[in-house]
């Protein structure tokens, strides 16, 4: 029983889709380290910064640790008020979800996803105040997207935003020093690429009905675990080898993780 329950919220929480969070996060981090740290030290003492490590992969995780717990967090309650809000709809479509079918109650659902929300939030303050007030718009994005997404034109943007300000506010983590414009074109560069991303899944998703989307949309799990093909790229181009190697794994996690949560 208890085992069945614990599936039914691992589903709602779209659970296999998470390490694509933690790629993002990565991703986020790398680029405000590269910014703020690395290209400012490589000028001062050209040819003396040795290169990045995995001991330097680890030191980032220990400090990100409560950031990438928090974006679980805001990520899993999002789709948690997902289901609950979509009730009506997935009574018709989508019987088997874990609320239409009984195996959770909507008002478990919602109790659990603005705790999530509220927690994850939480998680934030601990760093320079700017990832807190990205995180509060990242909040607010989420209940946006939950409340407007029934209106096509409202998830198209929200969605893509949410994950792109999961970009930004990691790359405020390193950049609250120098501020988040010492490099906008490559801070937006990575924010776009993953905002973009997003963008195109969505679309393929809402397209699934039509008999041209029909095999794509086959292919959503894949796609998703794809984005953190993308953050390994762009983390990759900047000589980030062990995190673009972390974000490459969190791909091959997500893939794994499908085999028993069905990526959506």
């Known amino acids: 029983m208890i085992g069945k329950y614990l599936k039914a919220w691992l589903n709602l929480g779209r659970i296999s889709n998470l390490p694509t969070v933690w790629s993002?996060?990565?991703?986020?981090?790398?680029?405000?380290?590269?910014?703020?740290?690395?290209?400012?030290?490589?000028?001062?003492?050209?040819?003396?910064?040795?290169?990045?490590?995995?001991?330097?992969?680890?030191?980032?995780?220990?400090?990100?640790?409560?950031?990438?717990?928090g974006m679980s967090l805001l990520y899993t309650a999002g789709m948690v008020l997902n289901d609950a809000c979509d009730v009506a709809i997935d009574k018709e479509d989508r019987p088997n979800r874990p609320i239409p079918s009984g195996r959770v109650t909507q008002r478990e659902a919602f109790i659990g996803g603005v705790v999530m929300l509220a927690l994850g939030w939480a998680c934030t303050l601990v760093y320079p105040q700017a990832v807190s007030v990205w995180a509060g718009v990242l909040v607010a994005a989420i209940l946006g997207y939950n409340l407007l997404h029934r209106w096509r034109w409202a998830g198209l943007v929200l969605m893509p935003v949410c994950r792109g300000l999961v970009i930004w506010l990691s790359a405020s983590a390193f950049m609250a020093g120098v501020g988040i414009d010492a490099d906008l074109p490559r801070v937006l560069g990575s924010v776009l690429a993953i905002t973009c991303y997003t963008l195109i899944i969505t679309l393929i998703a809402w397209g699934e009905a039509l008999p041209s989307m029909g095999k794509l949309a086959s292919w959503i799990g894949v796609m998703i675990a794809g984005m953190a093909l993308v953050d390994a790229l762009f983390v990759g181009l900047m000589g980030l080898w062990p995190m673009s190697v972390f974000c490459a794994g969190c791909a091959v996690l997500s893939l794994a993780g499908q085999r028993w949560i069905k990526g959506s």
């Open 24 to 69: 993002n996060v990565v991703h986020g981090l790398s680029v405000g380290m590269f910014v703020a740290l690395l290209e400012p030290l490589r000028q001062e003492y050209p040819g003396q910064v040795p290169p990045i490590g995995w001991g330097d992969l680890g030191r980032l995780l220990d400090q990100a640790f409560l950031l990438l717990v």
